[in-house]
């Protein structure tokens, strides 16, 4: 390639759009996975009136908020590999120009801007790091809105030279018609260029070998077998029973209230309502459930659950089956709360929990009594629960 001239169509060394644009696409394929499983991660959590989610396979939500996580964490390395492609054109004068340069000029700041806030904001929540503790979720969710449309923006803005880009072997040099595209390449300070020695290709597979690996790093926390290597990842350690804590009962400040011997679990239907001991839960049928804890932060981890079926619950108080079911914890918190829509609350794995992996739960696993039900996220795996009420 050293009898490469840089030319004004932007198409010569690495800033090429024939590379770019399968970073881009690369990219693309990560935010468009990531923005799908966290919709369905905001439906399942504030499902509108139309949406309805299986209980079966108990797993699959486990393997869609992976993925989120998976894919976003993915995207931060592709995100800094196409920036560094293509950021003398980011700066290329006049920075507005003609009013519709200006627009393009604006989706690609908002583009930028709103992707970076997007992957920061999610990398920092899977650290369960927020200075913006109340808001994460509903910026979050709102924030995704932008990132799709500016990239849809870009996308159709960018087509024509996205598409002949694709089609044009990786290596060639011949001419794409870039002309929307005020040349960055002919700057001679430039600083990537196949003159440099390194070849498109090269640049291509490392940008696939960085993203794998960031892949991987962070796989570990809810694939097993790649445990070992998810050094990046904040949850890939192990809690009491084998299963990491979220948040201790003492955070939560119910190490009291759970430990205290007039503890009843109140089960309510209309006015019918029935009070439980711990002892007379454990008197009940009994039942096991393998499910996993899946929170959205990524990581996840199988229990082995035994305790009393919710459906059995629901009937003590000749409670209605097509119900929602509401399940309060001792706490008071944010994540005190949680409903079952009737397809999960009837399903023979949802159990309210007495044992994890054959002994009493820890009283950070929610002792006495927890929630676990299947394709369900962690956040709505309610410990320590004090009060059921069918609605
Ligand atoms: N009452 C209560 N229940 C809760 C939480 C909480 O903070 N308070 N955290 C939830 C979250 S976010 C997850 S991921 C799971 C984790 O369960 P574990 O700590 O037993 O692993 O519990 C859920 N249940
Ligand atoms: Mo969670």
């Not at 800033?15 to 644009?21: G, K, N, Q, V």
């Not at 964490?73 to 920036?83: G, N």
């Not at 503890?263 to 499910?291: C, F, N, W």
Request: glycine fraction near 8%.
């Amino acid at each position: 390639m050293t009898d490469v001239v840089p030319n004004t169509d932007g198409d010569t060394g690495l800033r090429s759009p024939r590379l770019i644009a399968r970073v881009g696409m690369l990219l693309g394929l990560c935010i468009t996975v990531c923005f799908a499983t966290g919709l369905l991660s905001h439906w399942i959590q504030h499902p509108p009136g139309w949406f309805y989610w299986p209980s079966r396979p108990a797993w699959l939500y486990q393997v869609t908020q992976g993925l989120h996580v998976i894919t976003g964490v993915t995207a931060i390395p592709l995100l800094l590999i196409k920036l560094q492609l293509v950021y003398p054109r980011l700066f290329v004068r006049p920075l507005v120009g003609s009013p519709a340069r200006a627009v393009e000029r604006g989706s690609i700041a908002v583009l930028v801007s709103s992707t970076i806030f997007q992957l920061l904001t999610g990398l920092l929540n899977t650290a369960q790091w927020y200075p913006w503790k109340f808001f994460f979720t509903t910026t979050h969710y709102a924030m995704s809105f932008v990132v799709v449309a500016s990239v849809l923006v870009h996308i159709a803005v960018k087509l024509p030279i996205i598409q002949r880009a694709l089609r044009s072997p990786l290596e060639a040099t011949d001419a794409i018609d870039n002309r929307s595209e005020p040349a960055a390449t002919d700057n001679p300070a430039s600083p990537l260029r196949a003159q440099d020695g390194v070849s498109r290709r090269t640049v291509f597979r490392g940008t696939i070998a960085v993203g794998a690996l960031a892949a991987l790093a962070f796989a570990g926390q809810t694939v097993p077998f790649l445990r070992w290597m998810a050094f990046l990842a904040p949850r890939s350690g192990e809690g009491p029973q084998g299963v990491p804590i979220n948040r201790t009962a003492a955070a939560a400040g119910v190490l009291e209230t759970a430990n205290d011997p007039d503890y009843r679990l109140t089960i309510s239907s209309g006015t019918v309502t029935k009070e439980l001991a711990i002892d007379q839960l454990q008197a009940m049928p009994q039942h096991g459930s393998e499910l996993p804890i899946a929170c959205v932060e990524g990581w996840s981890a199988q229990g082995k659950w035994d305790g009393v079926r919710v459906r059995d619950l629901v009937a003590l108080v000749d409670g209605n089956r097509d119900h929602d079911v509401r399940f309060i914890s001792l706490e008071a918190g944010l994540y005190s709360v949680s409903t079952l829509p009737p397809n999960i609350s009837d399903d023979p794995l949802s159990l309210i929990a007495l044992r994890l992996h054959g002994e009493p739960l820890s009283i950070d696993h929610g002792y006495p009594c927890r929630l676990i039900a299947p394709n369900r996220p962690g956040v709505l795996q309610t410990k320590w629960v004090t009060r059921i009420e069918i609605l």
